[in-house]
């Protein structure tokens, strides 16, 4: 892997990382803030625990060395939890400025997968 490419991973991971960490502990505790935007955009509040439970354990699997499987599993989660988040706001009909947050995760995301060291992919052996 080129260093370029190194570098361009762990900034996107680092940040991704961040910033799933901290929405994650967010919605874990239910912040009154946090829960008023859930319940304005029609979500119940334990949808809350359950997305802040999985962040902070999606952050766990990208951060951790080896298990490539458990790695595509949370990038995959947060790609459809930042889509989700999109939709929904586009749905009610949001203010751009609230689309910010979840796209600029979207885009993390989707930079980090792609520039994910050898090591942490999962490979196919055709035989």
């Keep these: 892997m080129k260093k370029r ?5 762990w900034i996107a991971t680092i940040w991704l990382s961040l910033g799933m960490l901290s929405t994650g502990i967010v919605q ?4 009154q803030q946090e829960a008023d935007l859930f319940a304005r955009l029609g979500y119940p509040a334990y949808l809350l625990t ?6 902070i354990l999606g952050v766990i699997a990208v951060l951790v060395p080896k298990f490539p499987l458990l790695k595509e599993w949370a990038y995959a ?4 939890a930042m889509s989700g988040a999109v939709i929904s706001h586009l749905a009610m009909n949001d203010e751009a400025k ?4 979840p796209i600029l995760l979207l885009v993390l995301t989707t ?5 994910r060291p050898l090591s942490r992919k999962v490979v ?3 035989a």
């Design 77 to 80: 989660g947060f790609f459809f």
């Design 111 to 115: 930079v980090s997968w792609y520039f």
């Design 28 to 31: 874990l505790i239910h912040v």
């Design 5 to 9: 490419n190194r570098i361009i991973y």
């Design 50 to 55: 359950m997305l802040g439970a999985w962040k």
């Design 124 to 126: 196919s052996v055709n």
């Design 98 to 101: 609230e689309l910010f947050g």
